[in-house]
């Protein structure tokens, strides 16, 4: 019974929204006709829907300029598919290439910097030299012993990447390692290096793995015989 | 066996119909491809509807312009998901239920917090009353256009205490005379459910404004 009762409902339902087909429609208004429970519930339906209608007809005013004005905005920063255009998104290429030529124009300026330091080997008593030879360097140092000593101004010169230099009377030998095949790099390099350095006139290879840097030997003082003791 | 012809009139309407249908294809076809203008067009074409759903829902002209504006936005962001392009409508009336419905839930659950709130810095004889009031404010007071202002807040809330699938229902298909299969497409059913739902919609309605009727 109740089943029937709200069936009867649904169906009124529909006639009041004016959704049920044809044949049902006919079947329903016939019924209302002699049935007054059925024109009761349909009264009752068709109130409230009533209600609602005036209710629906009453929007308050909405400002819609201004909607669009701020809707346009906010959608200039969107893109289909979700990616927001952001700040980085938008600028972000044009700044990585401004860094990459900051960081280009910073490497070249040190470059230039370092190659300006080595190239002036003249300048001071420490100095560094630029072997000819790929990777390798040159130090040339004073050292006072030799240069005021019976060995007259020949300076040390050394290969930090060598083992110890041996000195012989008025020469320095330079040796590498046998693994190292790099005696005539070391040659042309002690050759760069010592035209800087006074008295150094030669540089000889003397064995396979070493070259000689020879220097000729300064008249010794001649001491008066009465300083003797 | 006889079929009726459509008369002229009737002719001339399905056809401005499907010229009407045509162009919004191609404007979401053109807002798809990032046309923002295509899109913006949609917008206004949409817009009122939207509004106006979200605020029977909200219950709150700020709260529902706002919602609208993030729908649309959502929308624009999300229109490479749209599958059928003839579709728009539905898709769009979707999102905004869907943030509507959020943005209740949120609502409920910080006016539960203060709710809390209050009655425990007062009386516990406070509360029904407080309750009444949160909820007799939902229509703010430019907002009550009816000449029976009181009526207006009690379809309010009376429309707030239905289940969701109801409210959404009667909303959109029996305030807001969306189609039926529009709704069916936006609440995820059939089109008897959307039926169904409205008519037990109505029915509570008639048991919660009964004293108004």
Same mark, same amino acid.
């Given at each position: ?39 009761? #519930? ?17 929007? @308050? ?7 669009? #004005?701020?809707? /346009? ?25 401004? !860094? ?15 190659? #300006? ?8 008593? !420490? ?5 000819? !030879? @790929?990777?390798?360097?040159? /130090? ?15 300076? =040390? ?5 060598? @083992? ?12 590498? +390692? ?19 350095? !006074? ?16 220097? +000729?030997?300064?008249?010794? =003082? ?6 003797? +003791? | ?16 119909? &499907?010229?009407? &249908? ?17 899109? %913006?067009?949609?917008?206004?074409? $949409? ?28 929308? $624009? ?11 728009? %409508? ?12 959020? $943005?209740?839930?949120?609502? %409920? ?37 009816? &000449? ?63 004293? $108004?009727?």
């Amino acid at each position: 019974m109740k089943n029937d009762t709200q069936h009867l409902e649904f169906l009124i339902s529909q006639y009041v929204d004016g959704t049920l087909d044809a044949a049902s429609k006919k079947s329903l208004e016939q019924r209302m006709v002699v049935d007054p429970d059925s024109r009761a #519930a349909y009264q009752e339906q068709r109130e409230v829907q009533d209600v609602l209608d005036d209710w629906g007809n009453r929007l @308050p005013w909405i400002n819609w300029e201004k909607f669009d #004005a701020e809707l /346009t905005h906010r959608l200039e920063k969107e893109t289909v598919g979700g990616q927001r255009i952001t700040f980085w998104r938008s600028w972000g290429k044009a700044m990585a290439v401004a !860094a990459s030529l900051l960081v280009a124009v910073g490497v070249g300026y040190v470059w230039r910097g370092i190659s #300006a330091s080595v190239n002036d080997t003249n300048s001071a008593a !420490a100095q560094v030299a630029k072997a000819s !030879a @790929p990777s390798q360097s040159v /130090t040339v140092e004073e050292n006072a012993a030799l240069s005021q000593g019976m060995h007259g101004s020949l300076r =040390r010169v050394e290969f930090p990447e060598f @083992p110890k230099s041996t000195e012989t009377a008025g020469n320095v030998q330079f040796s590498v +390692p046998p693994d190292v095949a790099a005696t005539e790099s070391l040659k042309q390099a002690v050759e760069m290096s010592l035209p800087k350095v !006074a008295n150094a006139n030669s540089v000889v290879q003397t064995q396979p793995n070493a070259v000689t840097a020879e220097a +000729p030997e300064k008249p010794r =003082r001649e001491v008066p015989p009465d300083h003797f +003791p | 066996m006889s079929q009726r012809l459509p008369n002229d009139s009737q002719a001339q309407g399905a056809v401005q119909q &499907a010229m009407a &249908a045509a162009q919004e294809l191609a404007l979401v076809l053109a807002a798809k491809s990032g046309d923002r203008g295509a899109f %913006g067009k949609l917008a206004q074409q $949409y817009q009122r509807q939207c509004a106006a759903v979200a605020l029977r829902l909200l219950g709150n002209t700020h709260d529902a312009a706002e919602l609208v504006q993030d729908a649309l936005v959502k929308a $624009y962001r999300s229109l490479d998901q749209l599958q059928q392009s003839e579709r728009f %409508g539905p898709w769009l009336m979707r999102i905004v239920t869907n943030l509507a419905l959020n $943005y209740r839930r949120s609502r %409920g659950r910080r006016q539960a917090l203060s709710l809390e709130q209050t009655s425990a810095g007062a009386n516990g004889d406070d509360g029904e009353d407080l309750r009444s009031s949160v909820a007799g404010s939902t229509l703010d007071a430019p907002e009550k256009p009816l &000449a029976n202002a009181e009526l207006g807040d009690a379809i309010q809330i009376a429309i707030d205490e239905l289940p969701e699938k109801q409210r959404l229902a009667l909303v959109m298909f029996a305030v807001e005379k969306m189609p039926q299969k529009d709704v069916a497409e936006v609440l995820n059913c059939s089109v008897e459910a959307v039926k169904w739902h409205v008519f037990m919609a109505r029915k509570q309605l008639k048991k919660s404004l009964g004293t $108004y009727m």
